[in-house]
T-cell receptor, first 115, second 118 residues
């Protein structure tokens, strides 16, 4: 019930296209859903995050869509660029889990943007 | 505003040895979380410190221990190193949920320490 399932494992998108990565969760106590971008040899960088009281959040070319009833959320990267090539992780957290808010991570999606 | 820093960048140790990794949190953050990331996998939560107290622990044995100092910097100590401990160790700082804002949830990561155990 603590898992976050992420798909696809890898994704190849043409430059200018839309990249879509999906995540699903079981624990209805989760109340914070961030996406992280990680380049090889670097730490994850927070891209965008959403709380369950909204269905969509947009920041620049990055959009999170959130479906509370389906327990799913997704990351959309519009106008994908070669510089977006990285590994993307979804995660989830719940403040009530042992009074801390550890992040539970998906397995990651390796995104390659072809020029 | 200074970001999260970690030291050392890389470390090679022998099985059975002990190691200490260090993390300086972002200015204004009082909560530090440590994660282990094996190659090709997502990070796994080790533990979290809030105002110098351990505030939650993942599924890691007691030979993984930590400290947080009054300036909110932190150390991760691993005793009796095993080959499977080879990984990228990540430190993340946050303002803490007690900040009362959604931003308190946001965890900002350092570049990590690559530990190799031979």
């Amino acid at each position: 019930q603590q898992q976050v399932k992420q798909s696809p494992q890898s994704l190849i998108v043409q430059k200018g296209g839309i990249s879509i990565i999906n995540c699903a969760y079981e624990n209805t106590a989760f109340d914070y859903f961030p996406w992280y971008q990680q380049f090889p040899g670097k730490g994850p960088a927070l891209l965008i995050a959403i709380r369950p009281d909204v269905s969509e959040k947009k920041e620049g070319r990055f959009t999170i869509s959130f479906n509370k009833s389906a327990k799913q959320f997704s990351l959309h990267i519009m106008d994908s660029q070669p510089g977006d090539s990285a590994t993307y992780f979804c995660a989830a957290s719940a403040i009530n889990m042992d009074s801390n808010y550890q992040l539970i991570w998906g397995a990651g999606t390796k995104l390659i943007i072809k020029p | 505003e200074t970001g999260v820093t970690q030291s050392p960048t890389h470390l090679i140790k022998t099985r059975g040895q002990q190691v200490t990794l260090r993390c300086s949190s972002q200015s204004g953050h009082n909560t530090v979380s440590w994660y282990q990331q094996a190659l090709g996998q997502g990070p796994q939560f080790i533990f979290q410190y809030y105002r110098e107290e351990e505030n939650g622990r993942g599924n890691f044995p007691p030979r993984f221990s930590g400290l947080q100092f009054p300036n909110y910097s932190s150390e991760l100590n691993v005793n009796a190193l095993e080959l499977d401990d080879s990984a990228l160790y990540l430190c993340a700082s946050s303002a803490g949920w007690a900040s009362g804002t959604s931003e308190g949830y946001e965890q900002y990561f350092g570049p990590g320490t690559r530990l190799t155990v031979t």
